[in-house]
């Protein structure tokens, strides 16, 4: 394998303005090279002394132990509570009083709960729990909506010990029951419903189903929202309410060895059955800690919004675990972003006067096919700082954030980092960084990125290759649920000394990173290695298209031919002719190499439930089979079938 060529030429640069760099925490490179120098010379005092921020029961005796790698432990027999860290430590400060989460259900009825109110509804489930018999090493699976209980849940079993496994609500009653048995779930937390799309989607019918024949779980306590009726297995259920009125809120919090697992989060491999990923404590407390303070440049005043739901990495470090630990008020919201109009986002903005916005380039370019005409309605003057993760954001949906939402004015910092990596790894500062559209930019304190070749070569400038990370980081996964050797397998084998992240990348002259998307999704046209995020950002920087996917398909001729699933803006009409303007424009753009060989429109592209584009899925209808391999994360299955029956 050669490596991936670079071919997207992205000359356009933003710097923060004076205004939001004059406060920022961070806001000249001197500072930065200090920081980031010591981080790496000296990566065990630079984590020694952010760790002493938290709020320890027992003090470590080393900060890092590597003798068994790839196998890490920080904070070597530290004692800290994670539910203590984000709410004990604030009870005795002004926060105590300051609204800790805000919300709004999708109906529009709001409720927000301060710290101090958090941590007595917390104390309290955590009893309730305890009185059910859950108790420290358990796990527990919490299957909910974006409710204010969803957090307490997540923070209950973190206080008595048991370690959460969150399983996004979107999911079947089948992947839950796969997740609840691969993880030892012992008990469940849910909702008899939420609100969705102006509907009700049911959970508890999916619990009762996925627990059917599962004598190991005991317990499953049931949040009432819905008003839905449900199912009631006497003994085994209990209202939320009901268990909560009964315990006292005040529950002293576990001691936790720096260690002990906090949670597990299921991710799915490229193929095969998912993997629990492994996060413990103290280690993952210190990386969201600092990576939340200084990518977001938290200010007491902000009201901070990340979209993402708690059934994913994002929600845990950035909904929960970052913001809480440095007393953030955090907004949350229930239901759709189209419901009850294409605006509701940021009529929610407006309202609440939300600060920080955090989202995905999925949901981006969703807003930027909904048409300018929705976010211009409302005034979205408070918002100071954007940022998004999850995929390669294309240049031309970066643009369009910076103009339609930021107005200009509004940093974007574009995160890269993985469920395994726990906190953000490569990432701008707001108050400093230069940013440049699809780059997220340099790497943060204490993280040892680079790009290397098959051979684990370190690339010139420019040269397309595998991401890497060449050391231990305090908020890494400690490996996959019962699989060890998977762990090592995955992100080990390679290289043996480095992480392997899975994902394609370069570095620019400036040492920017620009993620290419996944290495499995490379395509090889004539031998020439390209990256299908650079083929996709051309084509969306055609003004007619908002979404595209790129993926490769056997040719005789050229190895592997370019086959392109488009998605046009609403109205916009589709066609032979604009499918031969979309080969010029790429041809133009990239080069006539990266011509797709064949282009596809589509209302829609297969994508999982948490708006990644499954070109796997893709591959297979390009080539005309069937498809193998897991398909349960996919978010909507009507795209797939319309996709095929395009086909014929
Ligand atoms: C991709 C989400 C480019 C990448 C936190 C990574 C990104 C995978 C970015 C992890 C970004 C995430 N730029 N690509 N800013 N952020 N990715 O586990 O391929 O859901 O490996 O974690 O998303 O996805 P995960």
Redesign the pocket.
Same mark, same amino acid.
């Given at each position: 394998m050669s490596q991936i060529e670079n071919v997207l030429h992205e000359s356009r640069r933003f710097q923060p303005t004076a205004e939001f760099q004059a406060r920022a925490r961070i806001n000249n490179e001197i500072t930065y090279q200090r920081m980031y120098r010591q981080s790496l010379e000296d990566p065990e005092g630079f984590w020694g002394r952010i760790a002493r921020e938290l709020p320890w029961t027992a003090q470590w005796t080393k900060v890092l132990d590597w003798s068994k790698a790839p196998f890490a432990k920080w904070f070597v027999g530290g004692q800290i509570n994670a539910s203590a860290a984000c709410l004990d430590r604030h009870l005795a400060t002004p926060v105590a009083n300051k609204v800790a989460l805000l919300w709004e259900g999708e109906p529009g009825d709001t409720r927000q709960v301060t710290y101090s109110e958090l941590a007595d509804e917390v104390g309290r489930l955590a009893n309730g729990l305890r009185s059910l018999g859950v108790k420290k090493g358990d796990r527990v699976a919490i299957y909910m909506p974006m409710l204010i209980e969803s957090v307490v849940a997540m923070l209950a079993c973190a206080r008595i010990g048991a370690a959460h496994s969150v399983v996004f609500g979107g999911f079947s009653a089948q992947a839950l029951r796969e997740r609840i048995q691969d993880g030892g779930c012992t008990a469940v937390i849910t909702a008899d419903g939420g609100f969705r799309r102006g509907q009700i989607q049911a959970l508890k019918p999916a619990v009762d189903e996925a627990l059917l024949g599962l004598k190991e779980v005991h317990s499953v306590v049931v949040v009432k929202r819905g008003g839905n009726p449900v199912g009631w297995k006497e003994g085994r259920d209990h209202w939320y309410h009901e268990l909560t009125k009964q315990s006292s809120s005040n529950c002293v919090p576990e001691a936790m060895d720096s260690e002990d697992v906090l949670f597990l989060l299921y !991710?799915s491999g490229s193929t095969g059955k998912p993997k629990g *990923?492994v996060h413990t404590t103290g280690g993952y407390l210190v990386g969201t800690y600092l990576t939340f303070q200084h990518v977001f440049d938290i200010r007491p005043e902000d009201i901070y919004w990340c979209t =993402?739901d708690i059934g #994913?990495? !994002?929600g845990h470090?950035y909904v929960v675990y970052g913001p809480l630990q440095n007393g953030a008020t955090v907004f949350l919201y229930e239901g759709a972003p189209n419901t009850p109009h294409l605006g509701r986002l940021w009529e929610m903005v407006q309202k609440h006067k939300l600060t920080i916005l955090y989202t =995905?380039?999925t949901a981006i370019r969703t807003f930027m096919r909904w048409g300018d005409e929705h976010p211009g309605r409302f005034d979205l003057s408070s918002l100071r700082l954007l940022g998004?993760?999850? +995929?390669? *954001?294309n240049p031309e949906a970066w643009m369009w954030y910076h103009r339609v939402i930021g107005r200009e004015r509004c940093p974007i910092v574009?995160?890269? #980092?993985? !469920? +395994?990596?726990g906190a *953000?790894m *490569? !990432?701008p500062l707001p108050g400093l960084t230069a940013t440049k559209p699809g780059s997220?930019t340099r790497p943060f304190f204490g993280v040892d990125a680079a790009v290397v070749d098959e051979k684990g070569q370190e690339l010139a400038t420019n040269q397309g290759g595998f991401?890497v990370l060449k050391r231990p980081w305090p908020s890494m996964l400690r490996g996959i649920w019962n699989d060890p050797e998977r762990y090592v397998q995955t992100y080990w084998g390679k290289f043996g000394h480095m992480y392997l =992240?899975?994902?394609g990348s370069r570095r620019d002259e400036d040492g920017y990173f620009w993620?290419?998307?996944?290495i499995d999704d490379v395509l090889n046209v004539s031998g020439h290695r390209l990256s299908t995020?650079e083929v996709e950002s051309a084509l969306v920087s055609h003004p007619k298209v908002v979404e595209a996917a790129v993926v490769a398909r056997p040719d005789e001729l050229t190895g592997q031919a370019i086959c392109a699933f488009v998605t046009v803006r609403s109205g916009e009409k589709v066609g032979p002719q604009l499918k031969v303007d979309l080969g010029e424009h790429v041809a133009r753009e990239i080069g006539k190499l990266a011509r797709p060989a064949e282009i596809r429109f589509t209302e829609a592209l297969p994508k999982?439930r948490?708006g990644?584009i499954m070109r796997r899925l893709l591959r297979d209808i390009a080539a005309g089979v069937e498809t193998v391999g897991d398909t349960s994360t996919i978010e909507d299955y009507s795209v797939l079938a319309k996709l095929r029956a395009d086909e014929e």
């Open positions: !991710t *990923i =993402a #994913w990495i !994002t470090s =995905a380039p998004t993760v999850g +995929e390669p *954001i574009d995160t890269w #980092w993985q !469920t +395994e990596t *953000i *490569i !990432t997220c991401l =992240a899975g994902d993620v290419m998307g996944r995020m999982t948490s990644k």
